[in-house]
């Protein structure tokens, strides 16, 4: 089993700038999660989907930000336009029944650094 | 709405010692999960303990639940350099639904050679 994929795994771009981050879950996992993490914040919880469906993206900062799950084994976030606020690494997690029943397996993160 | 905070947010210990990192959370789980994240890579589960647990064991790691007190401990026994990482407590959110986790800030803990 390959883990959950993410790319790029680093992104430095100039503010204004649309960045697309990657991610492949696990094979046969229902569900997805983005966070970000920052030294500041921590580990923030940005959405997450079920069955391909966003559940609950209240921590989504704005609507700079979307994220999209065409089907059961892609997913992107997009920040357009990005901001020097937005650097931090962001992270992908799958899991097969949501963390009521069963842990997250993250991606490795692609850190993201706006100029 | 931030549910486990750990303590202490910083630990070193020499190799060899055990290290001990609490967990307190604010509402009712039903779960309570613990990760370990090395420097520059994504979080790996430990372990996963439910409500109606109050002790669970893999390797060297043990993990205890109170629900009374609403907290958590992660022990690691004689430790190792490369226990060296941040771990996090993580729990669903209150008044939340189920799917998610909420993690704390963590624990960085330093283990010398």
């Known amino acids: 089993d390959a883990g959950v994929i993410q790319s790029p795994r680093h992104e430095v771009t100039e503010m204004g700038q649309e960045v697309t981050l990657r991610c492949k879950p696990i094979s046969g996992h229902d569900y997805l999660f983005w966070y970000r993490q920052t030294m500041m914040r921590g580990l923030e919880l940005l959405i997450y989907f079920n069955n391909n469906v966003p559940i609950d993206d209240s921590g989504m900062p704005e609507d700079r930000f979307s994220a999209k799950m065409p089907n059961a084994s892609f997913s992107t976030l997009k920040i357009q336009p990005s901001e020097p606020r937005d650097s931090a690494v962001y992270f992908c997690a799958s899991s097969l029944g949501g963390a009521s029943q069963s842990p997250l397996h993250f991606g490795n993160g692609t850190r993201l650094t706006v100029t | 709405s931030q549910q486990g905070e750990e303590d202490p947010q910083a630990l070193s210990i020499q190799e060899g010692e055990n290290a001990t990192m609490n967990c307190s959370y604010k509402?009712?789980?039903?779960?309570l999960q613990w990760y370990r994240q090395n420097s520059g890579r994504g979080l790996v589960h430990l372990i996963l303990i439910r409500s109606n647990e109050r002790e669970k064991h893999s390797g060297r790691l043990r993990v205890t639940l109170d629900t009374s007190k609403k907290s958590s401990s992660l022990l690691i026994t004689a430790s190792r350099a490369a226990d060296t990482a941040s771990y996090f407590c993580a729990t669903p959110p209150y008044g939340g639904s189920q799917g998610n986790l909420i993690f704390g800030k963590g624990t960085k803990l330093s283990v010398k050679p």
């Open positions: 509402t009712s789980i039903n779960n």
